[in-house]
């Protein structure tokens, strides 16, 4: 019996979301923003914005210091957030305000000395004690006039934040970038934003940007978000699995300037049926998954979890390649899905750069009929809780803990996938 699709709408862009904000603040006109993507990570951009805000009340395109502001600092807090983490920083470089940024203890191991080395080079003042958070951004505003060097394999964060941050600067600055530059659609998507709040940079083939001082913000009256390719990609996932429910992704199209729209390349190459509509993308699964074999995903590092869980579930040996900046994400991913990967029975390799699994479609069927459950540890860690979510009609067995961490970034997750989970039904 045939089901017709359920249409699922995923919520606005995290990644989006948090850079349409830093530039809506450096406006001192406002912005109509649509299908915003409220979650923790953007409730913390909007919570430090607020603060920086209200600090300096006047536009912060071109921040002064009031003679009757207060000395005191303002703390802003980020848990592990670790995009609002990076912007708050390089925007905190044009306030003249003493600012201090701290967040969890995962966020206090996650290294953030590649941006405040090249912040404090472009001539601002930013203090920490071991290279990583809490950090204190002194009331030394951001100067450019610098050729300026930067890893592009740690993250591409620190570039999209610099990138932000620099029009503003009082001179111009060019950035050259060292080593090959991670996830480079993340970057992409800073520039095209950029472009459509007036911002000029000039890209010479991701190696260098000049970038010119003094710029100002021209932005859009209205600028509606996309929905999150990221979250988007478990659902489809969910779908490839269950091929007897359909599922219409709305607001997910093929002119994203999302990199990890690519996860829809990735279930074509998997077998499963993807056709493109106007307002959305309609993914039907198919009864046989095809491994992805050997494939490079660093420019799409959040889709690495989606895939690893899928390969489980395909004949032969899946390795997903160039993904070390993994270890430094919200848990150390790579070891994260070794372990929990492993309890299924499912052989899996990692080293610093890539992660190889042994799909067993059969075992799992086996397995399935198992009635000794398996906890599965998050970390703390969305992108793990939601993977092995799509899993778990077919391996009832897994008990998910922790599942309330999915609100880092997609919060309504649980009760979108018991909605198809009913329709199918």
């Not at 009331?139 to 503003?168: D, E």
């Not at 600067?169 to 530059?181: D, H, P, Y």
């Not at 279930?267 to 049926?273: D, F, N, P, S």
Request: include cysteine; proline fraction near 4%; hydrophobic fraction near 35%.
């Amino acid at each position: 019996m045939s089901v017709n699709p359920i249409k699922i709408q995923v919520p606005g862009s995290k990644s989006i979301t948090n850079r349409v904000l830093l530039l809506a603040s450096l406006s001192d006109k406002p912005i109509e923003i649509k299908n915003i993507g409220l979650c923790d990570d953007t409730k913390y951009m909007i919570e430090g914005l607020k603060k920086i805000r209200s600090a300096n009340p006047s536009t912060t395109n071109n921040p002064t210091t009031s003679k009757n502001s207060t000395n005191k600092p303002i703390k802003i807090f980020t848990a592990n957030a670790g995009t609002a983490t990076r912007f708050l920083t390089a925007l905190a470089t044009l306030q003249e305000k003493t600012i201090i940024i701290d967040g969890d203890k995962r966020m206090r191991e996650r290294p953030i000395s590649e941006l405040t080395n090249a912040l404090n080079t472009l001539g601002a003042k930013i203090t920490s004690k071991n290279g990583v958070l809490p950090i204190t951004i002194h009331p030394k505003k951001l100067q450019g006039g610098k050729l300026l060097k930067i890893k592009g394999n740690i993250s591409s964060q620190y570039l999209s934040a610099l990138l932000m941050t620099t029009p503003f600067a009082t001179k111009n600055t060019t950035i050259k970038i060292e080593q090959k530059l991670c996830s480079t659609p993340y970057v992409k998507m800073t520039l095209s934003l950029l472009t459509q709040f007036g911002i000029k940079i000039v890209n010479k083939n991701f190696k260098q940007f000049i970038i010119q001082g003094n710029q100002k913000i021209r932005p859009p009256k209205t600028i509606t978000i996309e929905s999150d390719a990221s979250s988007a990609s478990y659902i489809g996932a969910y779908s490839a699995l269950q091929p007897a429910t359909p599922v219409f992704l709305e607001g997910i199209t093929k002119n994203s300037i999302q990199g990890d729209i690519k996860f829809l390349d990735y279930l074509k190459k998997m077998g499963c049926k993807i056709t493109f509509q106007k307002t959305g993308t309609l993914i039907k699964g198919v009864k046989t998954l095809k491994s992805l074999g050997v494939i490079d995903m660093n420019e799409t590092p959040d889709l690495v979890m989606t895939f690893a869980i899928l390969a489980i579930f395909t004949k032969g040996i899946t390795k997903i390649t160039n993904i070390k900046n993994l270890k430094i994400k919200e848990t150390d991913r790579l070891q994260a899905l070794k372990n929990e990967i492993s309890k299924l029975g499912i052989k899996v390799k990692t080293s610093k750069n890539f992660i190889e699994i042994h799909g067993n479609p059969a075992l799992l069927s086996q397995l399935k009929e198992s009635s000794s459950p398996t906890s599965i540890e998050t970390y703390n860690d969305h992108r793990i809780a939601m993977s092995f979510a799509i899993a778990q009609d077919l391996l009832p067995f897994i008990k998910i803990k922790n599942r309330n961490c999915v609100s880092k970034s997609y919060t309504r997750f649980w009760n979108d996938l018991k909605k198809i989970q009913n329709h199918g039904k």
